[in-house]
């Protein structure tokens, strides 16, 4: 659980602190008051990023050369991330260079692999509609972002074999244009497929997970694994599209995965209302997935979704804040005038 943040020129604040109930809080204003704002400061503390920035700079409120934010657990963990434009002003003529991100925990420098996982979430929010319909790149990313925060060693994999895939790629490019040798490629090889088959095994575990959980209202859903497999077999089976495309054309970059809806796909037949109820049934099986894999309960966070809920949904969504410490967000205080003993945090825009 989180206690409390401290946030320093992060988006539109410049000096704020906000403490957290261990039950529910309620974060209530106007659009545009900054409540997204205060749950990817959250995230960022879970994660090492942003759910919504294209960039990390962004974070940065314009005014300022860095953004900070430094939480602290129900355990004591201090976590803290700085952000910056990767330029700080001194007053010279010359800004000096720094860092454009860095990550500590208890005031000791981390990586991101080392400090993602102190502090779990389940994260929903209207975006997470698209996961069902939209391009399977989101679907990687909501992968990665849930096992990520249950294992190093995914954390690790993901982000060597990432790197691995833009070596490649590079190398591609060069075999094409240069016509350097292609016994270049075999150190990658061998990288990403160590790597990927951890991605691979894990992602699998995952999905079978949620397949065994019951579905909402009866309903049987289903997610089918599209597996990209890396196997020295595959690349030299595409070895020569490859060279063509300058791109690595298999591997866990390419994976995907289908909601189905007894035995329908969700995306093509679906109706609006299924897909919202398939999303909540991910989301019940991620915060089941957390705890299975660590013994705590993530923090849930819920960014603004009631308008996107009937009644039905929102009673759904409210018992699962019954569990766990959940953070919500609202511009509608109306949505969530049963709950009671909540702490709230008023913006005013």
Known sequence: MIKSIKVLGFRNFIKDIFEFSPKITVIVG??????????????????????KARVEEE??????????????????????????????????????????????????????????????????????????????SLRRKFLDTVISQVDREYRRSVLSYEKGVRQRNRLLFRIREEGVSRSQLVFWNQLLIKNGDYITVKREEFIEFINKLHGVNSQDFQLAYDRSV???????????????????????????????????????????????????????????????????????????????????????????TKNQQTIITTADPHFIGNLKKVEKIELTG
């Open 59 to 136: 974070m940065v409120n314009y005014e300022k050369d860095l953004a900070r934010v430094k939480g602290t657990s129900s355990g004591g963990t201090v976590l803290e991330a700085v952000v910056t434009r990767g330029l700080i002003d001194i007053g010279t003529q010359r800004p000096e260079k720094v860092v454009r991100k860095k990550l500590l925990v208890n005031g000791l420098p981390k990586r991101l692999v080392d400090f993602s996982g102190n502090f779990k979430t389940v994260l929903f929010g209207p975006w997470d509609m698209d996961l069902v319909t939209e391009s399977p």
């Open 230 to 320: 890396i196997s020295e077999g595959r690349l030299e089976q595409y070895k020569e599209e490859e060279v063509a495309a300058a791109t690595t054309l298999v591997g866990p970059h390419r994976d995907d995965f289908i909601f189905k809806l007894e035995n329908r796909d969700l995306a093509a037949y679906g109706s609006r209302g299924e897909q919202r109820m398939g999303i909540l049934w991910l989301k019940m099986a991620e915060l089941a997935f957390i705890e299975e894999k660590t013994g705590e309960k993530p923090t849930l966070l819920l960014d603004d979704i009631f308008s996107e809920l009937d009644h039905k949904h929102r009673d759904i969504v409210m018992g699962l």
């Open 30 to 51: 106007p659009n545009a008051s900054g409540k997204t704002n205060i749950m990817e400061s959250v995230f960022l503390l879970s994660t090492g990023r942003s759910f």
